[in-house]
């Protein structure tokens, strides 16, 4: 007898939520090795390699609303690893960009996520990856 396809077998949010929870479910171990939350690790991963950030984009590309980022840029500024600036083009912007200490925490780290995905990424070829990716890109 022949199984019916399950709804969430095809259902792109299921897949793409099994596809996150497999990327990051070994990985947050590093993360916490490391003294950080998640939220903490994706606010210095955005950071380490961008010029400075409005706290309305970093919530954005950290997957956060704005006020929650808002108050967790500020313990990471009190802990020494952001630092909250002014925007110069319009004062009531805050900018927020990766102090020395925070990129000292972060650079491991991206180490380590760099060669995680490249073991998650060894079941696909290269042209799958660059597919994969550029599809999620788009969809994003």
């Known amino acids: 007898m022949k199984t019916a396809t399950r709804f969430v077998d095809g259902y792109l949010g299921y897949l793409l939520g099994q596809a996150n929870h497999a990327v990051y479910k ?11 939350r998640s939220i903490e690790w994706r ?3 955005t950071l380490h390699d961008s010029p400075p950030q409005a706290i ?3 919530a954005l590309e950290v997957l956060s609303k704005q006020p929650t980022v808002t108050k967790l840029v500020q313990r990471m500024s009190e802990q020494g690893w952001v630092q909250l600036l002014a925007d110069p083009h319009d004062q009531r912007r805050t900018l927020v ?15 380590k996520a760099r060669q ?11 042209a799958e990856t660059t597919a994969l990716k550029q ?3 788009k969809l994003a």
């Not at 070994?26 to 950080?36: I, K, Y």
């Not at 960009?97 to 180490?111: F, K, M, Q, R, S």
């Not at 995680?116 to 290269?126: K, P, V």
């Open 116 to 126: 995680h995905e490249a073991r998650i990424l060894r079941a696909l070829s290269t």
């Open 56 to 58: 309305s984009q970093l």
């Open 97 to 111: 960009a990766a102090t020395a200490a925070g990129l000292a925490v972060a650079t491991p780290l991206i180490g």
């Open 26 to 36: 070994d990985f947050d171990r590093e993360v916490r090795a490391a003294g950080l």
């Open 135 to 137: 599809l999620l890109g």
């Open 43 to 45: 606010v210095l991963a």
